[in-house]
């Protein structure tokens, strides 16, 4: 086996998940040795500003609202990412009617594949359009921008929609903090449900423990948050939405099994529904088991083909250890044909490697380069460097070979 591909399992798998922690999509950190707490802890971190300023910095507020560019009311509640510089920071959720406000930097911290992208996820799976209408932002504007929001832009993140952007350089921390209105724009082709249609057949008591339960979801009270939704689920067992809450406070908790198997039960309730399929994908990833992830990243794809270029990524992963090295390279390069923006760059990583296992080293080697171009402080680039020496090394050597060989006569 080549050495490049010797490396490369650890590489992807380390990568994918340093990047979903970001917004990514923000799935918890692998979790420790030893015994796993019964209940999940409240996190003592707080965001790093992108200029490396903490917590004494003056605050920075900002509100503003999410619509639908159809005029109707929107199915579920949105979550709100600032994104910098490529990494997506999941920091509020909208009420019903999709009003948000949140203080920059005390992010939500909530697990949520739809946040997905960056280096690897996309970092909010959909490809994003051109900035909505700035509403407020237009003249209540003061003085320069803050140093935290140069390079960044807010969006709003619901699966089956793609969001408009709002640029956030202009910024200043004693301005007006509405910033308009964000649009989302459905996106066609979705088979799967983005929303759960049977969880809307919930008896008032299931609704009110689950309305709870993401109240408590949001402020970081995942003990509340948990014993709310097995509520919800013992009132009504088909309310697939509460199951796919229950799932993520699990996985915040690192108890992985339960958040699997609340997952599941999601999906055998609401077959069509997209979320748990994509947060199965990220656990089977997770914890590399490939197999797994090639069966999820199918049945998600038969779902929503034209929409997720989250679910190509990640089964090109999974086909590229699995040495599927045609299906990886296809599924990567559509990954990439879906990610105009370039939020994803690391598909062009995978779809290097699964070209070079496929003896096209001089596709590969592109792909590889380009990644590199866009990711140079990356923090494995001088493994992935000598791999791309390798490529570029076996490319001359392929070269040569056919060049020194008898031409027909």
């Known amino acids: 086996m080549r050495p490049w591909l ?7 798998l380390t990568g994918a998940l340093n990047a979903q922690t970001k917004g990514g999509a923000t799935t918890p950190a692998p979790p420790p040795t030893g015994n796993t707490p019964s209940r999940p802890t409240q996190p003592t971190t707080t965001t790093p500003f992108p200029d490396g300023t903490g917590p004494s910095a003056r605050p920075i507020y900002i509100s503003g609202n999410v619509v639908l560019s159809e005029g109707t009311p929107l199915p579920d509640r949105a979550k709100i990412e600032r994104v910098c510089n490529g990494i ?10 999709g009003r948000f406000s949140f203080e920059v930097g005390h992010s939500m911290e909530m697990p949520d594949a739809s946040v997905g992208g960056s280096d690897l996820t996309g970092r909010g799976g959909s490809p ?15 003085g320069s921008s803050d140093r935290r929001l140069w390079g960044c832009e807010l969006r709003a993140a619901l699966t089956g929609f793609r969001s408009d952007v709002i640029q956030l350089d202009t910024i200043h921390y004693m301005d007006n903090p509405d910033i308009g209105t964000i649009v989302l724009h459905r996106l066609a082709k979705v088979d799967g449900l983005t929303i759960s249609v049977v969880s809307a057949l919930a008896p008032k008591d299931a609704r009110k423990a689950y309305e709870n339960g993401r109240k408590a979801e949001a402020n970081n009270k995942l003990d509340d948050a948990q014993k709310n939704f097995e509520k919800a689920v013992s009132v009504y067992p088909q309310y697939a939405a509460a199951w796919f809450e229950l799932g993520r406070v699990d996985e915040q908790g690192n108890r992985l099994d339960e958040a699997r198997k609340a997952y599941q039960q999601a999906i055998a309730a609401e077959p069509k529904y997209i979320l ?20 999820i990243t199918d049945k998600w794809l038969l779902l929503d083909p034209a929409n997720s270029p989250n679910a190509y990524y990640l089964s090109s992963i999974g086909n590229l250890q699995l040495q599927h090295s045609d299906v990886a390279a296809k599924n990567a390069q559509e990954a990439v ?5 370039k939020k994803n760059m690391r598909a062009r990583y995978v779809l290097g490697l699964a070209l070079a296992q496929n003896h096209d080293f001089t596709a590969s080697a592109e792909a590889i380069r380009s990644y590199l171009d866009a ?7 001088a493994t992935i460097q000598k791999q791309l020496d390798q490529i570029q090394a076996a490319a001359q050597e392929k070269v040569q070979s056919e060049a020194s060989q008898p031409k027909p006569q």
Request: charged share 30%.
């Open 276 to 295: 748990p399929h994509e947060q199965l994908s990220w656990l089977a990833l997770r914890e590399a088991k490939w197999q797994e992830l090639v069966d």
């Open 128 to 142: 994003f359009g051109n900035s909505g209408n700035s509403g407020g932002m237009a003249g209540g504007r003061m």
């Open 6 to 12: 010797i490396a490369a399992a650890a590489l992807i």
């Open 88 to 97: 997506a920071i999941p920091e509020a959720e909208t009420d019903k009617k």
């Open 337 to 341: 044909r879906m990610d105009p923006g």
């Open 375 to 381: 990711a140079p402080d990356v923090k494995d680039k």
